[in-house]
């Protein structure tokens, strides 16, 4: 009797069991779709709260930036940076090689990215270097310039003086 109780017991649960997974697995197919589906939507909102980030914390009348560039000028070395708003440092870099070669193949670097007021501002950047001889080199730039309410965008350009093998610094203004 024991033994037909575990047959009839064992013939349910396969029957259930026969009926049950394909069901579990259609259910599962669908929460994973679903899953997929909120990934998806998770993603976009991420995307679309870094750009209402990006909105409030750089709005476009007062966004500033500075960047650097530098032409590949034999016998010049660039080692740092310091870069001032009015009295105030703002952004500074120490150069390392790789980041010196990347700048004379072409590259432009965002030394400093923030808020400014529109008005009139100077700026000043101290730039550091050696040359052909290993001689430290010290350039002093200093800028004025007046901020709207839009963007404002400034590079420290080093490029090579056509006269002589020298670097020549400026201070220019995006338009």
Known sequence: MKAILI?????????????????FSQEQA???SEIEGLKAEVIE????LFELEEQ??????????VFVSMENIK????????????????????YKTEQVQA?????IQKLFSGNLKPGLH???AEILGKDLDGRPSKKMLVAEFGKARSSKFLEIKISKDKTQNQPKYAIVEWK
């Open 7 to 23: 047959i009839a017991r064992l013939c349910v649960c396969l029957f259930f069991t026969s009926y049950a997974l394909p069901v």
């Open 30 to 32: 669908q929460l994973e």
């Open 45 to 48: 909102l991420n995307r679309e």
């Open 56 to 65: 409030l914390l750089y709005p476009a009348t007062t966004e500033f930036a």
């Open 75 to 94: 016998g010049f070395t660039l080692q740092g940076i310091k870069l001032f708003l009015g009295e105030n440092l703002i952004g500074s870099e120490i």
């Open 103 to 107: 700048l004379r193949r072409g590259g």
């Open 122 to 124: 100077k700026v000043k």
